[in-house]
């Protein structure tokens, strides 16, 4: 199965290494995986300049024999959100500080990001609106939830689960997003 996150250029070596070996996840096909290129995208505090945010793999069509799709994957850095300038540690920081300090226009300033406050309402709707999907991700991994507190709601009860799930990692999304390979908004 091909991993769609990497932690570190090591992990990414080993991933190029075993390509020949991994089967497109569209067709299938085995020994027609390549690295096609860098996924360049803004960076959280530099507008300015791009930065190394994955690969991409392509799936080689132009062979006689043992064609492959010609489909190309994403393979993402663990600490870079998809579709995202914010990275994953802010928005992890800034998803604590929501609910210890309860408010969160003060929560996105403690977390330090450069970008506009309305941004962080825009990040509170989309994880509002993932619950589903990752409390759903979470159950496979960590089966029992922790008890449900009646002071806080559906959120408060997803941040607490990540914590369960994922006691010594530092950064709660970038381990979401390693250990089960989907991306977490």
């Known amino acids: 199965m091909l991993a769609r996150f990497y932690r570190s250029e090591d992990e990414l070596l080993r991933l190029h290494r075993g390509?020949?070996?991994?089967?497109?996840?569209?067709?299938?096909?085995?020994?027609?995986?390549?690295?096609h290129g860098w996924l360049?995208?803004?960076g959280e505090h530099d507008e300015q300049r791009k930065s190394r945010?994955?690969?991409?793999?392509?799936?080689?069509?132009?062979?006689?024999?043992?064609?492959?799709c010609g489909r190309t994957f994403s393979v993402w850095a663990v600490d870079k959100l998809k579709r995202m300038r914010l990275s994953a540690g802010a928005l992890g920081s800034f998803l604590?500080?929501?609910f210890t300090l309860g408010d969160k226009a003060a929560a996105w300033r403690a977390a330090g990001s450069d970008l506009s406050v309305s941004c962080a309402y825009r990040l509170w709707t989309r994880f509002l609106h993932a619950q589903s999907r990752l409390r759903a991700a979470l159950v496979r991994l960590y089966p029992s939830p922790p008890e449900r507190s009646h002071a806080g709601g559906p959120a408060e009860q997803t941040l607490a689960h990540?914590?369960?799930?994922?006691?010594?990692?530092?950064?709660?999304?970038?381990a979401f997003q390693h250990r089960l390979r989907a991306a977490f908004l």
Do not use: I, M
């Not at 390509?19 to 690295?35: E, M, R, S």
């Open 19 to 35: 390509l020949k070996q991994t089967a497109c996840p569209a067709c299938k096909a085995t020994g027609t995986l390549n690295l």
């Open 40 to 42: 360049y995208g803004y």
């Open 53 to 68: 945010r994955g690969r991409r793999v392509f799936c080689n069509n132009r062979k006689r024999r043992r064609n492959g």
């Open 96 to 98: 604590a500080f929501v």
């Open 162 to 174: 990540l914590r369960a799930a994922f006691p010594h990692d530092p950064c709660l999304v970038s």
